[in-house]
């Protein structure tokens, strides 16, 4: 039964593929309604009432965090609250796509997908510099499915000195940083590929046929073939003229470890590749993996980018395939953005910013039925925690911190990073970025009594706080308001507005009004409000 439903699956998804010249061409307006017209049938059947639009507060918090990964500033909060156009949301996700926060927010999100936080040393140590060049990609545009087979076909002489290294040693830079965070190993290199842009967890097959798929030993053997040859011996070495990376054959097969038996390169659905004369392996695999008519492919990164706006994807993971017990909850939404997908040239903004325009996208997180409790019925907007970068970015959004990143050379990551936002960044390192985030005593420690968050709500060094406490001309009610604003991007509700200006009027613990503002604005920082994306 598992089998015929993979089958069935990925014939559903390859028929999509190959019939999307023949479906009409879709404005990102009209995928919007689609998506919602596409639940709301569900919803009818289910008799799930969805919940109501977002607030504008929570909105413009939400789409700042997603776009450009952190919240807004207070003036950019007021400016949206006071606009009254009725397509000001829709303005305001365009603008933030052109934003250049936008290029480092998803530079980072693409960094984290291709190679995932908590890996081996020496992933970690490659991690920024693969980053850079996909920020690259993300700047100029670049369309994801030639930035994948960019990747997957790097040029072997990406090599640049690196600082404390001896003169005349290299270490792989940009796109090759995949290769060696891999080790140039040809069987993590084929598991990290089939995870990362098919989908499909291939490793489980590496030893023996996969229990629960199709796949077989020798379809994973038949994927490693392809980058078989690499080697990383002239890496860290006098390279000279030389290639830093030398093929010791066409990658064409490989060896099976602890066996006799040769396997021929192959795609892992079964057909042979059509070599030609003097194509390189990785190329013609690149080609493979990025075609319009790969079942896998564009379903994979329509999920991920369905993922990253609701935390869940409409296949979770999204690393792994359908089974019965773990179906496409929504597979004919997942066909149309993966149809449109394709037929806009895997262009990543257009459904990013299709998906936005939605009516699903916009709706508040907060529970207003029983019947919304199910998160992949997409009723209501799942409540997600917040990325590394998104918290410390939030934070030195909220209090006007000046930090200051080092100015050296940012291409290689630093294991020893003693600023503030690298000390942030190390603690966080293992945040769990979906939807049930978990956090650590040490990382709850660092919220409520670290260095950085106590310099930042400081009177002597929060810019923010510094401001509002000593503006003459502003009413203590006023003064809340801006430091609302500020970390939740909303107005205090009437409760929370009456207890609080009589503790800042009665000075608080430390009978200094100055003092028991600094308190409001730690709490407001620390509240599950301020932490999480909702």
């Known amino acids: 039964m598992g089998r015929q439903f993979l089958f069935a699956a990925v014939a559903l998804f390859a028929a999509s593929a190959l019939a999307f010249a023949d479906e009409v061409v879709l404005t990102p307006r009209q995928l919007a309604d689609r998506i919602d017209e596409q639940l709301a049938r569900r919803w009818a059947v289910e008799q799930i009432q969805p919940a109501p639009s977002a607030s504008d507060s929570e909105f413009v918090r939400r789409v700042h965090l997603d776009l450009i990964g952190r919240i807004p500033r207070v003036s950019e909060t007021r400016e949206f609250l006071g606009d009254k156009a009725a397509d000001k949301r829709a303005k305001l996700i365009e603008r933030l796509l052109t934003n250049a926060q936008f290029v480092s927010h998803w530079s980072n999100t693409w960094r984290d997908i291709i190679l995932p936080a908590g890996g ?43 600082p404390g290294l001896p ?3 290299r ?18 290199l084929a598991a990290s590929t089939a995870r990362v842009f098919l989908g499909v967890r291939l490793e489980c097959a590496q030893c023996h046929d996969h229990p629960f798929a199709k796949w077989s030993q020798t379809d994973f053997w038949g994927l490693a073939a392809f980058y078989s040859g690499m080697q990383p011996s002239n890496f860290a070495r006098p390279v000279g003229g030389q290639q830093p990376v030398a093929l010791k054959n066409p ?21 042979p590749p059509l070599w030609q004369d003097g194509a390189e392996s990785r190329s013609v695999l690149a080609e493979w993996v990025t075609s319009k008519n790969n079942p896998y492919f564009a379903r994979t990164v329509a999920n991920r980018l369905w993922a990253q706006c609701f935390g869940l994807g409409l296949l979770d993971p999204c690393d792994d395939e359908p089974t019965d017990d773990n179906p496409i909850r929504h597979p004919e939404l997942l066909a149309d953005l993966t149809q449109q997908f394709i037929a806009h040239d895997f262009d990543l903004k257009y459904l990013i910013r299709s998906i936005m325009l939605s009516q699903t996208y916009q709706r508040t997180s907060a529970l207003t039925h029983p019947s919304q409790k199910e998160p992949h019925a997409f009723a209501r907007m799942p409540v997600r925690g917040l990325t590394p970068e998104q918290l410390f970015d939030s934070l030195t959004t909220a209090t006007g911190y000046n930090f200051q990143p080092n100015q050296g050379n940012q291409q290689f990551v630093a294991f020893n990073d003693q600023s503030a936002r690298g000390q942030f960044l190390s603690r966080f390192a293992m945040q769990e970025r979906r939807t049930e985030t978990q956090t650590s005593i040490l990382q709850a420690l660092a919220l409520m009594n670290g260095k950085f968050v106590a310099d930042a709500t400081s009177l002597r060094t929060s810019n923010t706080l510094a401001a509002v406490a000593d503006v003459p001309f502003m009413t203590v009610e006023q003064k809340l308001d801006t430091l609302f604003l500020a970390a939740l991007s909303r107005s205090p509700r009437a409760e929370e507005r009456d207890r609080l200006l009589t503790y800042v009027q009665r000075g608080g613990t430390h009978n200094d009004p100055g003092a028991a503002l600094a308190d409001v604005f730690w709490v407001l920082l620390n509240t599950s409000e ?5």
Not at 530 to 534: I, M
Request: aromatic fraction near 12%.
């Open 120 to 162: 081996n040393q020496q992933a970690s140590f490659f991690v920024n510099t693969l980053r850079n060049w996909i920020e690259q990609q993300i700047r100029k545009d670049v369309p994801y499915d030639k930035m994948v087979r960019d990747l997957l076909a790097a040029p072997t002489n990406l090599a640049q000195p690196l």
């Open 167 to 169: 003169p005349g040693q």
């Open 171 to 188: 270490i792989a830079t940009g796109p090759l940083a995949f290769f060696q965070a891999q080790e140039f190993k040809a069987e993590n």
């Open 251 to 271: 990658g064409r097969e490989i060896k099976i470890p602890g066996k006799e038996k040769i396997v021929k390169a192959k795609f892992p659905t079964g057909e």
């Open 530 to 534: 301020f932490l999480f994306n909702h």
